[in-house]
């Protein structure tokens, strides 16, 4: 079956510039995760998403980003007043039930690059 | 806080010997542990998890919750295990900053 789908494969910006980048999870999965890949920093857990409860937000790094999920589907990342530090491949993942056990399915990541 | 430590940023081996990736978490709790990777132009995907104690294309992985550790070992490395490794801890997954695996003939 299809895998976590998401876009832009690769978004350039300018700085000050607001991004939105999507994903879209496997059919069925009820929770989602975003997470940050940049050079140095490993991967860096950004949000989390399980059914209808309130996500958990504690990993953005500022106001400037926020996320919703749609209908328990499809997730947008929005990044407002893009930063160069923002500059990095943004990964989405799913699961089944969010169980901590859960095997999390990676997308293929959106590359930012902000200039 | 939690946190995952892999100390070795490049682990460079010769082909058949043996491979040992590091990490060590901070954990309050029991907690679940898992190895992803990463081959050049893939996807990150689960390698293995603590809990299914299992062997992945030779991989093992023991949890030692007196050291806190969670190393994932190979006897003999192939030139296909070259890729990023990353350990991480529970649900929403607290990563390391991965260990860059080289395997060279």
Redesign the interface.
Known sequence: GA?VSQSPSNKVTEKGKDVELRCDPISGHT?L?W?RQSL??????LI?FQGNSAP?KS?LPSDRFSAERTGGSVSTLTIQRTQQEDSAVY?C?SSYS????????????TRLTVL | AQRVT?PEKLLSVFKGAPVELKCNYSYSGSP?LFWYVQYSRQ????LL?H?SRESIKGFTADLNKGETSFHLKKPFAQEEDSAMY?C?V?????????TTLSVSS
């Open positions: 895998g929770a995760y997470y140095g920093q490993g991967l860096e857990f989390y958990d990993g990964l993942a969010g169980h901590s056990t859960d095997t999390q399915y990676f997308g293929p990541g | 892999q679940e996807r990150l995907q689960l998890r809990i990353y991480a529970r649900a929403a997954l607290i990563f390391g900053k991965g």
